[in-house]
Nanobody, 116 residues
């Protein structure tokens, strides 16, 4: 059974930092592309950042230069370092693991709230 467990969310003031973690189990982590998505109230879920099995990365324009995604295959963990946080970064952040279309898994989400 596949589990993705996020942690590290919370309340932070604008300009602050948080680091999200997502620990995966039940998958061969190293072959999966991992991603962080977010969903704010009343908005669609959007990609924040992704990291391929080759460790190549992709970022939404809104977080480039502020967020960094990384992975540790030995720990089956993907991280999202978030710096210079803004109130508009407030959302539920979800971890995603994807290998092929039928191998696509989500975590339960972790709330990030940035106060102004």
């Amino acid at each position: 059974q596949v589990h993705l467990v996020e942690s590290g969310g919370g309340l932070v003031q604008a300009g602050g930092s948080l680091r999200l973690s997502c620990v995966a189990s039940g998958i061969t982590f190293s072959i999966y592309s991992m991603g962080w998505y977010r969903q704010a109230p009343g908005k669609q879920r959007e990609l924040v950042a992704s990291i391929a099995m080759t460790s190549s990365t992709n970022y939404a324009d809104s977080v480039k230069g502020r967020f960094t995604i990384s992975r540790d295959n030995a720990k089956n963990t993907v991280y999202l370092q978030m710096n210079s946080l803004k109130p508009e970064d407030t959302a539920v952040y979800y971890c995603n693991a994807r290998w092929r279309p039928s191998f696509d898994y989500w975590g339960q989400g972790t709330q990030v709230t940035v106060s102004s």
